[in-house]
């Protein structure tokens, strides 16, 4: 029987997900993107060598591992065609290996000028959003107006969609926002030759993948974005516009949800995020600066600067019990190397009375002031170790709290960028 992990990161994104999956490939058949869309910027660094992806899954470097693009997933296809020639042109077979389904919405020109424009409008009470267009594209989806990537190959009936979508967004880029219109006679075009380019992908994700799983084959089920942008359970309103918590794994590739083994956990040794919103735990002195400058947490994506704080095990605990996580892995540990002392926040203090436990959204959480213990840190350098045992006494200390404070065991710590700078505790996909 193959076994199935889903992989989530249960902050607010950029946890070093892509690396985790692309280092637990070696075990599987297979990789699935469940949501998101090309908000997403997942680092892999294999012997120097840095990849960005954006929609293509992180299994795309280990030769012979399929990659699929499950229903949840939006689909914007220059992106994909501009990433996919990107990985050919160094010399990566991925056409022969990716598989689309048929069910993801379409990022249309539309959606990314309606995004940009929201942002303006709202001014001081923008989200921050990637401005790719996915908030957007979701709405086309749950509206039933959308594309779909198996649309594409019926000219016709996407011919005559694009009309109806043309009048309507452009009534409201043009008439409510004063933004430009899209030209839908070239979109029409382009509409076709991207039909010709993605059109040998375009298939049955689902019913691959129910295939697959019978057969025995192994999965992993890689998130995007993170458990506190979620669009139920995150920083309301400011979160993304997908489910990314572990649930979504089953509806956004279509298997059943009983297949999966473990959930497993991305965390940072510290908090970042990128955009706008609550954030509990965050630094704006030196100590802030440095996590910044020594974790280079600027967005894969967009290259915006990440804020920093410390380690919020309330948000986290919550992330992992809202989402069934069964294992965690904590990335950037070296970041935190030569630090005198490490602050964690284990409880939220609201109208002077401690709470282990509160509502994620942005009103709940406007209220919450952090209360933090401190531990001390560690002098010796962390960066590339392999074994706990290396590690030093306050590194191994500082991460035995974090997984009380949490309540889920840490299975896999990360010392470094590269897939080989990681200490494997526990592989998922070992039996
Ligand atoms: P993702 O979106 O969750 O895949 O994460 P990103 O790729 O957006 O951001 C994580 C960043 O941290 C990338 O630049 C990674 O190369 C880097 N990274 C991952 N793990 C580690 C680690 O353990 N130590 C250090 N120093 N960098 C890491
Ligand atoms: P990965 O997969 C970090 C954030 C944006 C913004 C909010 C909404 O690399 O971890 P959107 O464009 O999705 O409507 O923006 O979500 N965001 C991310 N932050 N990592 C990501 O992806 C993100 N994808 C979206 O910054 O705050
Ligand atoms: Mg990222």
Redesign the pocket.
């Known amino acids: 029987m193959g076994r199935h992990v889903v992989i989530l ?1 249960v902050q ?4 070093g ?1 892509g690396k985790i999956v692309d280092l637990l490939t070696d075990r599987a058949d297979g990789v699935v993107r469940f949501q ?1 869309g090309h ?4 680092t892999l660094v294999i012997e120097g060598q840095k990849t960005v992806l954006h929609l293509v899954p992180s299994g795309i470097l280990r030769p012979n591992i399929h990659c699929y693009i499950g229903n949840g997933v939006v689909v914007a296809p220059d992106a994909l065609l501009a990433e996919i020639n990107q990985l050919e042109a160094a010399g990566i077979d991925v056409t022969s290996r990716l598989h689309l389904s048929a069910g993801c919405p379409v990022v249309l020109p539309f959606h990314s000028a309606l ?1 940009q424009a929201r942002e303006v409008k709202r001014g001081g009470q923008a ?6 267009g ?2 957007p594209a979701y709405e086309d989806k749950v509206a039933r107006r959308g594309l779909r990537l198996g649309d594409l190959l019926r000219a016709n009936l996407c011919a005559e969609r694009l009309d109806v979508l043309g009048e309507y967004h452009n009534f409201m880029l043009t008439s409510y926002y004063d933004a430009a219109p899209v030209d839908v006679g070239a979109l029409k075009e382009n509409v076709i030759e991207w039909a010709e380019a993605l059109g040998p992908m375009i298939g049955d994700v689902a019913g691959a993948l129910g295939a697959k799983v019978t057969e025995g084959q192994s999965f992993l089920f890689e998130g ?3 458990a506190l ?1 979620d669009i139920d359970h995150g920083t309301y309103p ?4 997908s489910n990314t918590g572990a649930g979504n794994a089953s509806v956004g590739s279509g298997v059943g949800p009983a297949i999966f083994d473990t959930v497993l956990g991305i965390v940072k040794a510290y908090t970042t ?5 609550p954030f509990p735990t965050e630094l704006f002195d030196d100590v802030g600066a440095r996590l910044a400058d020594k974790g280079q947490e600027f ?4 290259g915006r600067p990440r804020r920093c704080g410390w380690f919020d095990a309330v948000s986290v605990r919550r992330a992992c019990r809202l989402n069934g996580i069964n294992s965690l892995c904590v990335t950037k540990l070296d970041v935190l190397d030569g630090l005198d002392e490490i602050k964690i926040c284990h409880a939220y203090r609201i109208d002077g009375e401690e709470i282990e436990n509160s509502l994620m959204d942005a009103a709940a959480l406007e209220a919450v002031e952090p209360v933090y213990e401190s531990v001390p840190g560690w002098h010796e350098s962390t960066v590339g170790h392999r074994e706990v045992a290396a590690l030093p006494g306050a590194a191994r200390s500082y991460l035995e709290r974090l997984s009380e404070l949490v309540g889920v065991p840490i299975d896999i710590v990360s010392t470094g960028p590269g897939r080989d700078e990681t200490i494997v505790r526990r592989h998922p996909l070992k039996g």
């Open positions: 990161g607010w994104g950029d946890e997900k998101g908000n997403a910027g997942h995004d989200i921050g959003t990637t401005g790719r996915i908030g995007a974005q993170g942008l400011f979160v993304t516009s995020r990128v955009g706008n919103g967005g894969a994506t967009t």
